[in-house]
Nanobody, 122 residues
Framework: VQVVESGGGLVQPGGSLSLSCVAS????????MGWYRQAQGKQRELVAS???????IYAESVKGRFTVSRADTKKELYLQMTSLKPADTAVYYC?????????????????WGQGTQVTVSS
């Protein structure tokens, strides 16, 4: 089981970018998916998450600029980023909490993608 991100790149301040994440493998259920980011020299932080039930959660710094969404299959997660700022520059990681059926039991795994670089610079 794994999650793989795509998207990212270099964009000018004020521009937009989209990220995608796909969870694959023998996943029985997904408890939640989210996006995190880690800027150079800083700790990894939550950007936006989509719980299995309820509304999305956003970091204060991205509210009104970023939108997280999930596909109907619930195995795909997207992040639409607008009005990007240099402070948004970071490696963005997809995270998923999944349940895998193993020998009749559901085992929970925390999955992280390999990360994708987002650079906002003129």
């Amino acid at each position: 089981v794994q999650v793989v991100e795509s998207g990212g790149g270099l964009v000018q301040p004020g521009g937009s970018l989209s990220l995608s994440c796909v969870a694959s493998g023998s996943i029985f259920e997904i408890a939640g998916m989210g996006w995190y980011r880690q800027a150079q020299g800083k700790q990894r932080e939550l950007v936006a998450s989509f719980p299995s039930v309820g509304s999305p959660i956003y970091a204060e710094s991205v509210k009104g600029r970023f939108t997280v969404s999930r596909a109907d299959t619930k195995k795909e997660l997207y992040l639409q980023m607008t009005s990007l700022k240099p402070a948004d520059t970071a490696v963005y990681y997809c995270h998923a909490k999944v349940g895998v059926l193993e020998r009749g039991l559901i085992v929970t795994y925390e999955l992280w993608g390999q990360g994708t670089q987002v650079t906002v610079s003129s």
